[in-house]
């Protein structure tokens, strides 16, 4: 175990020397690399950063239901039996709130730039209302369901018309699922990228070692023993590159938060991108190395096997 | 130690660099391959180190059959081999105390214990005081003498020189001999080539070979013993 540490400690100390000592080839390796792996690490972080937003969307979905303007008071008021009913059956827990059409008038006057022009309308044009905020609906998936809920609150007698914010929900679900697949594939493709360009540095590494591996053989040194320095030279690589792009996409997000808030201001929100977690980031790192190692591993193999041929 | 039963080597293209060989070599022995250029010496030592494979016959070195071992056996073997080439093929860019040292770090030597050792193998043969120097500061014959160095830092069973005086002068080639023959003082096995017939005179043991066969073998007995010198 102790002769087992040490040669992956010789190993790990002779990639180092090896990376300082060529430290402006290795660093313009890792800016390629950081190049190909900033891409999906931006898209995670976007990703990461809606994955709240639409998930708290989705948590309460609204539904508006408008009565005909001349439905009398109280027959407005004996429907709420009937809508708890239908919740009921969908197994819906929602809170379920009459909206007195002077009550809606009230808050459209105070949330409303115009108050003057709807002062002109004379009398009250908004009819009551009920507002049923659904609750257990978590997943953007389970959109689906409020739409047979919907089908079965507009069939009731003195329904004028229904609002359901879910269609929206469920578009932005697809939308992330379209991007999440989307970056998914484009991870794969510039993984392929990171393993390709780590697999073409350390072929010439092999190339320019050529003559020390080929002593090492002779006096004795294992293939492990002369692959482990090219593992973790593949490794430092995909390392290297991917903190330079971590920190690349987060130094990108300033900018883009000073334009993201004016924006969401006026929607009221507070929404403005975030850096990734650190658990994440860490993870992306991970990848980022386990991609290097990839890489070294198959051209170290297919290098060393050719020098073998060569008869060293 | 070395032991060669009807071993051949073939090239391709049908170059037959090896045929028939039986050749046994004893612990402790200094033997010398004697031949022209293209006699079969270079590649006898190569079947030694295991660098090549025999086309036929059976090889034992240590008692391992160099044609049936595995990949994964054979830089073991080599770890108790010291292999010495014409051109001594030093590491350039590496001072000369971390070529010495390299035979012990493949073998899993701490760098302290490897500096140790390579200082006092850099001694021996006289070139401690260079020690950081690199390979290109030193004269063909002291460069070989760090090949040399090289092959016995690790203390190894069999020491293996392909030419190891060709291209030095003669004053060069004596020390280099006279080192290797120090080694072999301490009971190291040598089995070296050379073409050059002066080096011939004062050898216990000498192999010729011509055309890839053996073509005279002769030991220098000792006149009172009468038990090989």
Redesign the interface.
């Known amino acids: 175990m102790k ?1 087992w540490l ?2 992956h400690h ?1 190993a790990l100390l002779q990639t180092l020397t090896g990376a300082w000592r060529h430290l402006g080839s290795f660093g313009f390796n890792a800016v390629v690399l950081a190049v190909a792996l900033a891409l999906p690490f931006a898209g995670f972080t976007l990703l990461e950063n809606l994955r709240p937003v639409s998930g708290q969307l989705a948590v309460e979905p609204e539904i508006s239901l408008f009565l005909e303007l001349d439905t009398p008071r109280a027959k407005a008021r004996e429907l709420e039996p009937a809508i708890r009913a239908i919740l009921k059956e969908y197994q819906s827990a929602a809170s379920v709130e009459f909206v007195p059409r002077e009550q809606a008038l009230a808050t459209l006057q105070k949330r409303s730039n115009v108050p003057d022009a709807l002062a002109t309308l004379g009398s009250n044009p908004l009819p009551d209302g009920y507002v049923l905020r659904l609750q257990g609906y978590s997943e953007p998936d389970q959109a689906g369901r409020i739409g047979q809920i919907a089908t079965r609150l507009e069939a009731l007698p003195g329904v004028e018309t229904l609002q359901v914010d879910s269609d929206w929900i469920k578009r932005l679900a697809a939308l992330i699922n379209v991007l999440r697949v989307g970056l998914v594939l484009l991870a794969c493709t510039l993984g392929m990228v990171v393993i390709a360009v780590v697999f073409n540095t350390i072929r010439l590494q092999v190339m320019t070692q050529q ?2 591996i ?10 492990a ?1 002369i692959q482990r320095p090219f593992y973790y030279s593949g490794a430092l690589l995909g390392l290297c590159g991917g903190i330079l792009a971590l920190v690349t996409v987060n130094l990108g997000l300033q900018p883009l938060n000073a334009e993201i808030t004016d924006f969401a201001r006026l929607y009221a929100s507070e929404f403005r991108l975030l850096a990734l977690p650190l658990p994440l980031a860490l993870t992306l790192l991970a990848i980022a190395a386990a991609l290097g190692w990839c890489g070294a591993l198959l051209s170290v193999k297919r290098q060393l096997a050719r020098l ?1 041929r060569q ?1 060293s | 130690m070395i032991d060669f039963q009807q071993v051949s080597k073939t090239y391709p293209g049908s170059i037959r660099a090896l045929s028939n060989i039986n050749l046994s070599i004893g612990k402790g022995e200094l033997v010398f391959l004697a031949g022209r250029s293209g006699a079969g010496k270079s590649t006898l030592l190569k079947l030694s ?1 295991g ?2 494979r025999p086309s036929s016959g059976a090889l034992l070195v240590n008692g391992q059959d160099l044609g049936r071992i595995k ?2 056996t054979l ?2 073997l ?2 108790r ?1 010291g ?1 010495i080439f014409q051109q001594q ?1 030093l ?1 350039q860019d590496r001072d000369l105390l971390a070529n010495v040292m ?2 012990l ?4 030597s ?2 302290q214990e490897a500096e140790k050792r390579a200082r006092a193998a850099l001694d021996k043969v006289g070139l401690l005081d260079r020690a950081r120097n690199l390979p290109q500061s030193l004269s063909g014959g002291e460069q070989q003498r760090i090949a040399i160095a ?1 092959a016995i830092v ?1 203390r190894p069973q069999i020491i293996l020189a392909d030419e190891p005086t060709a291209n030095l002068d003669r004053e060069s080639a004596n020390l280099v001999l006279e080192t290797l023959k120090a080694f072999h003082g301490v009971g190291v096995t040598c089995l070296i080539s050379t073409h050059d017939e002066h080096f011939l005179d004062s050898a216990t043991r000498v192999v010729w070979l011509a055309r890839g066969e053996i073509a005279e073998s002769w030991r220098r007995m000792d006149a009172e013993t009468g038990s090989p010198a």
């Open positions: 002769l040490r040669q010789q003559e020390e080929e002593v090492s053989r002779l006096v004795g040194a294992t293939d023993y073998a008869g | 180190a660098i090549e990949a994964a830089p073991y080599r770890r081999l292999l093929r590491l390299l035979p770090l493949v073998t899993g701490s760098r090289r690790h």
